[in-house]
């Protein structure tokens, strides 16, 4: 019979797959001799098992689950819904990778009529009692069977108005006793049965309810953008209580053994007295500093510390723990690995390794690749800063500067952001309901919560800009309108935050771009030792080459010379050349853009310092060129001294029903040949130009596009290097030049044996790839992608993450072909997924030679591809530097 | 040193790459000691070589050429440009496959201002020398210089005029002598330099001009329509001249040993006393019955039919035959397999078989299976003959009936049967430019031309009804107007032809579909019995299952339902479901069209008389079901009950980029799965009643279109199964059902091993996967595929011939995986590639179970399946019948 449950001593921290991260570190603790209240985890596989058998729990799971109870209740010499001593027990998810807040938990299991008399004689506490089984009754409607939580508060309002109270605490035991009663008579009329008094339907309803809250929407949203699979599924952690709202010698708290935004080392964490296990994060409370403790029980301080850093060696890694104290005994409820801003990861890694914990492998594997980019975002403007008012100030949760108009609702900032606004989500507090909304703002600002709120986590994880707990901001969100220090400002003013420092600003701040320096410049320097894939950019316009220089780019990998000809003292040859009737008239409106053109390489090559840069030729259609509405005709038709009636019939004879499989990339060069000469003409002019100037050794590299046959590859070819060697020969130059494709057509893809016989490099267009092989355009697939994520068609956007199975298997052949017949070709990937850190791992895996991401992701590429390459170590193929010519 | 040239002993009729049909057929005839006159072959790599020389023919090829010459020299005595007793040659091209027509021919070189005073001294005919030189001159300057050939035309025209003759036969020795005067001066002003009189220097321009003719536009077009690859090249034969146009015991003609309209065995052709060369073949004289040779010149006529009926047991094929009488003696100057009718080939086949000179396997290869297309072509109706009137009668040139309005050129015919109209071309005699022009016609007319001439040789090739030579019938083309028996009729007035008597009737007269009978039907049998592709057809309506069956379907591959949406009656409903705002409103609709569904089924599975049937379901999008200019809207919207904003909108919202690439296919079951019940429902209910009512023991096929992931296809094939299983249990019937795949999209392709554990039969859709795998759409492409055929990167339409290459490999890739995890599933094809020759060869090749093709061109698949398994014989899967079902 299969093992579906484990009691804690029965585990360890490597089985995270079996039993979750928090049940894995459970038992890591409890082996640790730790004080862990004692318990026992359901299984990720007794998840899987449950969605097999249509949601249900089997009996034999069910058994185990009884035999584990049964055990805990001997060992503790308790029984769940006893009436003289009863034990209770926590209900926690814990998937093997953590999803704060994500999924549900019940606490308080155990309770019945009977038990909460039991447990307010054995404590001799009968409003503690009878709160804890409000909670739980609370709890379980919400939770486990899905009722209007707003009914249950409602109830407890409308007493505490009856009353009188402005407080939950001034409520008495008997107050607490009538609220259960209305609570269960409001459960049954919902639920058309009793609550439930049998402890073991309690729990197995419970478990029941953690393993459907995996599929719940807001954990699939969460998945998705975290990469993680649905098929994981989460365990469940049944652990006996401990309360940390039994009084003035009880309390519960958060830390981590180093600061998670700044990543200083020393404990960093808040508590609060009297309280039970989620007030600390829900962010109702603001709780008091970790050090605060120490005054208030040293003894208990000194055994907290010691632990906390026992965890640290443990792990080799920061800490994240929750601890409850009852009646001045520690409990510790959780450790992990701490999330952390970006900056703190640096700093972090850097530090282990400083203090000979972790080697610089380990370090550099530390990194989330996707956490760089907050490390990119601009901060303020420091001149600007200065002439700004400080109006308020929160916590510094999030670092990061933020500056943007108020949204009220995550709703209201998705749907602003997505029109284009900037915006600064403004809330009393969030919640897990919010995270579209908070992913969508530059920052988030809240006025309850602290450091460990769930704002500040969630926001440190996104690396959005986050200040929390602002005791002068009120919210109306009903009136969209909010008070910060006396003055109220609605949905169209300007906020900015800074994230580092917890100021908040009531105008817009100019905003500059980061550095890669300190320690960050550091991690990628042990990054770079240690990849293998080159990583090159997407640019097509001298600052972005220089930015992507300046983040590390070893050269363009893909300049897009349409960006070129959509500027607006450009697109007037562009387009007299479309209505070209004859071969001349086509040369002549092309001979008007080739300066143009030249001067553009130019100023690229000298961005680059002389690091190589592949130049794609034409690819659009040309349609997207010329206006397509009659008003627009008529004022090009006039001013290019051509009648309406020939433009508009020239214009409507460029329409294509498809136009993603259209008339653009290479098949341009075949019908207008002349394109190609005049690009080729300004690629090879420009290099010569700037190697004469500088002195540099430039080798231009032509890329064509959109190839599906070695003749498409040949024709274009041929007419590329009749020009480029006669322009090298007239110079008198010895420079040579390469020619290579874009593999972007499942075709050149079969096909790629052929196709490397005329080519010098490859380089995946990922974009179009990823749309031919699915058959689906991504103008059109956002009607229909929605549902294959809620029907688990698809799991990931396959335009964001790369298909392995799929596309994947097309690169695989094509480098496999392509090798066979030309051993040295370069290959590359210049689609979207060369930033993406996942791909780039594939990418390493499938033994591509560079990619090439736009310039703000190149830190992050280097960064993925070095832990790809210490996880699957392969052979480095190039001495890091220049990857093309000589 | 590679030979590049062999004389005619050297060779045999087995070279036919490396000399060409001509070539080779010459050196077996002289092999078999036949009167050949006696020649050289310049071969086939020759070719090759020119054009990879840069169109130069280099110095070893030259020097294999004269030497060849002066062998020939010396053994005719002869020496060319001799200025007592000169040799003259033709040059003639010859390839691999016969392109008649298509490619040059020079016919006496080696006259020059010298020799042809020998050829005056040595014949005593100046007369004749200085006609022989003006041809030469003429022909020389139009094949080999490419001048303007009216110009020498109206040179002889003006000096008829000059001297008041009505016919060239009235030229004299001095008009001819002053005739090749001015041609030569005409020469030299076009040319810039004199009338080339060295003889090496015309054979080597005539060479040249023979390999530069295989790249001019019309053989491009004819090997594009018939598959002749573009690298195959041509031969050059040069051989001695002999003279048809000696005077009245000489002459010229062509003999096939069947008649190439009806396969009737015996001697059939023609031939023109006092002739040259072309003049039979052009058309321009109309010639005397090969019969008459026997009473004009018996002895000769003997010896001519036993060299027919030698060659006919040599090749055991029919033979088409080129001669020449010089002076009483015979001459043998071609012999080729004689292109005959589709009903001449069947009977000649058949006969041949009868007469125990060949075996079925060997019949069954015979016929082009492209040919068969011309015996299911309408005849006219047998009533509505009756009442119509013969106006006039032409020779019956091609078999077969047509019917259309009067076209007077070859552009005309083309423009207008584009634009939708049946157009005859009625033409005075036609010509190879007219290629195209005649392929689009129904039917061909001609004043002039026996049953050799262009006219009717290249429409028996093409399968279009022709009458020719038709000595009533005036052409006006440019007033657009003929005369026939003195009427005038127009563009707008209709005629019909009968191919098979030469009846012409100036109505319009209704035809009947043919039928698979007689040596038609014997064939067939034959095929059936050496096929290992199974062949069923793609239909939509009963009617169109009822033709295929007749036709030999075996049941059908695609039955597309959407076609039954569009009708006008249905589409309210289809209408009224994509407004829908909720799945119930939607069911609403769609329960509407379950009936309509339903019937269409049962009367499709009676159709087919209990044969399988596979049904897809909805591939369209949805926006292809409403209207999109705004009056139609408007009146829909009125129809509907709805506001025309509210219509409008939901309308707009179904735009797509990408239509192609859109919101289609599987995708519409993923969204809207209420469409996969309701088509289930209809055809499990259709099978259920049909099976009760005729006894019979269908296996409902249900197909599902554009999977690109298995968990679409089980998606949806979780509901057709929950629906299908409910309606069967309900029925209580044990009846069985299959799902399976469409594999019309890359990714399907490279991942068909997990789609295969879910899918019963994949179905290759090879007119979609071809538009994936090359990433152009079918609409767009025409704007760029005529300059891929010109610059020779394409030499196929590869939505007509399926790509090996590229989509073959996915093909290959995707049967390979789909076998390896279930080895019992059925591979086919359902594009419009399984009814085009070639591709069902590679279908073959490939391994697959069956190809399914439009009702018409199922004899065609029966037959090239066939011949594909007589070449590349593989087991036999299953027997003949069904392919399907228990």
New interface residues.
């Given amino acids: 019979m299969k093992k579906f449950v484990y009691a804690f001593e029965e585990g360890n921290g490597t089985m995270r797959e079996l039993l979750g991260g928090k049940g894995a570190n459970l038992a890591e603790m409890t082996g640790l001799k730790m004080p862990v209240p004692p318990g026992f985890t359901v299984s990720t596989e007794a998840c899987t098992q449950y969605y097999n058998d249509g949601r249900k729990i089997n009996d034999e799971i069910q058994s185990q689950i009884f035999a584990a109870l049964e055990k805990l209740e001997k060992r503790m010499g308790k029984k769940l819904g006893n009436e003289d001593d009863p034990l209770l027990v926590s209900v926690r998810s814990g998937a093997r990778a953590s999803m704060p807040g994500m999924m549900d938990t019940i606490l308080n299991l155990g309770l019945n009529d009977k038990s909460v008399e039991g447990l307010a004689k054995k404590t001799g506490n009968p409003r503690f009692a009878y709160d804890s089984y409000r909670r739980f009754i609370q709890m379980f409607s919400d939770v486990v069977m899905e009722q209007d939580k707003s009914v249950y508060e409602r109830i407890l309002d409308d007493i505490k108005t009856k009353k009188g109270y402005k407080s939950d605490p001034e409520l008495t035991a008997d107050d607490l006793k009538e609220i259960v009663t209305l609570f269960k008579s409001n459960y049954k009329k919902n639920q058309g049965e009793d609550f439930p008094q049998e402890p073991k339907t309690q729990l197995i309803e419970a478990t029941k309810a953690v393993f459907r809250s995996w599929d719940n929407p807001r954990a699939n949203v969460y998945r998705r953008m975290n990469d993680i699979p649905y098929d994981w599924g989460t365990a469940v952690n049944i652990q006996c209580m401990v309360f940390g709202n039994k009084g003035e010698t009880s309390g519960t708290g958060v830390a981590f053994t180093r600061n998670p935004a700044t990543g200083e080392k020393g404990l960093f964490g808040e508590y609060l007295m009297n309280a039970q296990g989620e007030d600390v994060v829900a962010g109702i409370r603001t709780p008091k500093h970790i050090n605060e403790l120490k005054e208030q029980n040293p003894e208990l301080y000194d055994q907290f510390v010691e632990i906390t850093q026992t965890l640290e060696k443990h792990y080799k890694d920061m800490q994240d723990m929750e601890f409850t104290i009852e009646e001045g005994k520690l409990y510790m409820l959780q450790t992990r690995n701490g999330k952390r801003t970006a900056q703190a990861a640096l700093k972090i890694a850097i530090d282990l390794v400083n203090e000979g914990m972790i080697d610089e492998k380990k370090a550099v594997c530390m990194i989330d690749p996707k956490q760089l980019d907050t490390l990119l975002h601009p901060q303020f403007d420091s001149k600007a800063l200065k002439n700004a008012t400080e109006v308020s100030r929160g916590l510094p949760a999030s670092p990061g500067a933020a500056c943007g108009k108020i949204a009220f609702s995550a709703d209201e900032a998705v749907a602003r952001a997505k029109a284009g606004e900037k915006v600064v989500l403004v809330r009393l507090e969030t919640s897990p309901e919010d995270i579209e909304g908070m992913n969508a703002s530059e920052g988030i600002l809240t006025a309850r919560g602290g450091m460990t709120s769930h704002a500040a986590v969630v926001a440190r994880g996104m690396g959005v800009c986050c200040v929390s707990g602002c005791p002068d901001l009120i919210v109306d969100e009903d009136n969209k309108k909010i008070t910060l220090a006396g003055k109220t400002y609605g949905a169209n003013d300007w906020l900015s935050l800074d994230g580092s420092t917890g100021i908040i600003y009531a105008e817009q701040i100019k905003t500059v771009p980061a550095e890669v320096t300190g320690d960050f410049g550091t991690l990628m320097q042990w990054a770079d030792k240690y990849r293998a894939l080159h990583v090159r950019t997407n640019a097509d316009t001298p600052r972005d080459a220089a930015q992507a220089v300046k983040f590390g780019a070893e050269g363009i990998g893909l300049c897009r010379t349409e960006h070129m000809f959509f500027e607006p003292q450009r697109i007037p040859a562009i387009r007299e050349m479309i209505v070209s009737k004859t071969e001349e008239e086509r040369e002549h409106a092309l001979a008007k853009l080739l300066p143009m053109q030249k001067g553009d390489f130019k100023a690229m090559y000298i961005a680059l310092e002389g690091r190589p840069m592949t130049v794609r030729f034409l690819d659009p259609p040309l349609h997207e060129f010329v206006p397509h509405e009659d008003w627009e005709i008529i004022e090009l038709a006039k001013n290019m001294g051509i009648p309406f009636e020939e433009l508009k019939s020239t214009i409507v004879g460029l329409h294509?029903?498809?136009?993603?499989?259209?008339?653009r990339g290479c098949?341009l060069s075949?019908?207008y040949p002349e394109i190609a000469k005049m690009q080729t003409r300004a690629v090879i002019e420009a290099a010569l130009e700037v190697n004469a100037e500088k002195g540099w050794n430039i080798v231009p590299e032509i890329m064509i596009p959109?190839v599906?046959?070695v003749?498409?590859l040949k024709?274009v070819k041929s007419i590329v290097c009749e020009v480029a060697d006669k322009i090298i020969a007239e110079n008198k130059s010895n420079m040579t030049y390469m020619v290579g494709t874009m593999i972007?057509?499942?075709?050149a893809a079969?096909?790629a044996d052929?196709i490397a016989e005329e080519a010098q490099f490859f380089s995946f267009g990922t974009n179009?790839l990823t749309?031919?092989?699915?058959?689906?355009?991504r103008?059109?697939a956002g009607?229909?992608l929605p549902?294959?994520y809620n029907?688990?068609?698809?799991e990931s956007d396959p335009f964001a993450k790369v298909?392995e199975?799929?596309?994947g298997?097309?690169i695989k052949?094509a480098s496999e072909k392509g090798r066979a017949t030309n051993p040295k070709i370069k290959l590359g990937v210049c689609g979207e997924h060369g930033g993406d850190p996942s791909s780039i791992d594939f990418f390493h895996r499938a033994g591509l030679d560079y990619v090439s991401c736009s310039p703000f992701r190149v830190p992050l590429a280097r960064l993925a591809a070095a832990q790809s390459n210490i996880k699957h170590p392969r052979t480095i193929l190039g001495k890091i530097g220049k990857l093309f010519g000589k």
């Fill in positions: 294509e029903a498809n136009p993603m499989m259209g008339h098949r075949v019908t959109l599906g046959d003749k498409e024709y972007e057509i499942p075709r079969v096909t052929r179009d749309q031919m092989t699915f058959g689906f355009s103008d059109d009607k229909f549902e294959y029907k688990k068609i698809y298909d199975e799929g596309v298997s097309l052949i």
